[in-house]
């Protein structure tokens, strides 16, 4: 059994520790937390031992009723890896604190690259960081990894000379309430390319791609308006056939009437998937057109849960010698990862019915 710390129980934290505890190879070591707070509340019912990850919190801990296990060290200590959760730059500092005690470490995708030895996503290049020697791993955000699963396997199926995406970044999560902007469209960043096409690069460095950012006033999910210029043509519908093959890829079929994110949470939510997540890229099946080479499509992100597989697969390649196929199966049978293909995706597919939209119309 992998013993796994998670470092920092906030929005992506609190995830991956239920991703561990419901993997039947590993096991939560324990969680540390800055503030006893509902969620570390939470973490106390659901089993996790709760450590105080300052040690001049512990008594706010204690004032709190929230039975504190030890400091950050002890939850280092008691771990085959920690799984750093922690908000962006704080990870960087924590690295030090992982070295000291020769524990491996996954980093999230608010740190810089040069955080971790490896940057990893598990459809773009587990392999390359299985049969490294990278103990200390940054688990791309949860935009690029949305990118890297599509852009592999057309890379692979029809080669990519160019890719083009515009991200409609939403502003913060539902449980961030001091986040916006409350009503404006901002570019995000405003220069270009925003770090994400870079970012792709540290999983994927041979793919031509450059990405644009705008921050709306949403919460739900990110949505990607996708350019692909092809090496070879292809049609729509084999296209929806490659990106239907894809795990963690979900074809939103046109007869569903997904109008956006809030149909796509209640979709979610209507099956019993826990916090109402989408560890899946939503791509809409009739968004999916080719002119020539030009390939476009619509997808979006739910922030919340797209890296927790990938955080779970980076696991085993850090530590183990599963192979990523075997992983990545394992993953999203213990989490319950894909809707299962419809019949009116394999429509789709099959005959280009609702795919084959040019460009131009
Ligand atoms: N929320 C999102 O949409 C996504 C976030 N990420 C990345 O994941 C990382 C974590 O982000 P979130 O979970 O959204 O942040 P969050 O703010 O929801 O959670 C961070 C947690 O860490 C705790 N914390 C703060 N300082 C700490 C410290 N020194 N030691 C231990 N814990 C500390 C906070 O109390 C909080 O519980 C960031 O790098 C972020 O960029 C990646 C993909 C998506
Ligand atoms: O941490 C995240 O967003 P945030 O920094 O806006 O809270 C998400 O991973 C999205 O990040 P990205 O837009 O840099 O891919």
């Known amino acids: 059994m992998l013993r796994v710390g998670v470092n920092g129980y906030g929005t992506i934290g609190k995830r991956v520790a239920d991703a561990v505890a419901a993997q039947p190879d590993m096991e939560v070591a324990g969680v540390a937390k800055t503030t006893p707070n509902f969620e570390a509340e ?23 009723g929230v039975p504190v296990a030890g400091d950050l ?12 959760c ?31 030895d490896a940057s990893f996503n598990a ?13 200390h791993v940054r688990v791309v955000s949860c935009n690029t990894t949305g990118l890297s699963r599509v852009l592999a396997p057309l890379d692979e199926q029809y080669g990519v ?3 083009r995406a515009t991200l409609v970044r939403r502003g913060g999560d539902p449980s961030q309430p001091d986040r ?4 404006d469209i901002l570019p995000d960043p405003v220069t270009v390319p925003s770090h994400h096409g870079p970012d792709v690069n540290t999983v994927l460095p041979d793919l031509a791609v450059d990405t644009m950012g705008v921050t709306v006033p949403a919460t739900l999910m990110h949505l990607h308006s996708v350019n692909v210029t092809l090496e070879t043509e292809a049609e729509a519908a084999a296209v929806a056939e490659t990106l239907t093959d894809e795990s963690r890829v979900f074809l939103v079929p046109g ?16 099956a019993g998937r ?25 997808q979006a992100i739910h922030q919340e849960s797209d890296v927790v597989p990938e955080n779970v697969d980076a696991i085993r390649a850090v530590c183990t010698d599963t192979e990523a196929a075997e992983s990545v199966v394992e993953t999203n049978r213990a989490l319950g990862v894909g809707f299962g293909e419809s019949e009116e995706t394999r429509r789709v597919a099959a005959d280009g019915e609702g795919a084959t939209a040019s460009a131009d119309d």
């Open 42 to 64: 939470a973490a106390h019912r659901r089993g996790y031992p709760v450590h105080a990850a300052r040690e001049d919190r512990r008594d706010a801990f204690d004032d709190a």
């Open 73 to 84: 060290d002890d939850l280092v200590v008691e771990s085959d890896i920690v799984v750093d």
């Open 86 to 116: 922690t908000p962006a730059g704080i990870g960087a500092e924590n690295r030090a604190v992982y070295e000291r005690h020769d524990t491996p470490a996954l980093y999230q995708g608010g740190e810089d690259a040069d955080v971790a």
């Open 123 to 135: 459809r773009a290049n587990y392999d390359e960081v299985a049969a490294s020697d990278a103990e």
């Open 161 to 163: 000379e160019k890719a």
């Open 180 to 183: 916006g902007p409350i009503n």
């Open 255 to 270: 007869d569903a009437r997904v109008a956006g994110p809030a149909h796509l949470k209640e979709y979610a939510q209507d």
């Open 274 to 298: 826990p916090r109402g997540d989408l560890w899946e890229n939503c791509v809409w099946a009739e968004s999916i057109a080719v002119e020539g080479r030009d390939l476009y499509f619509f």
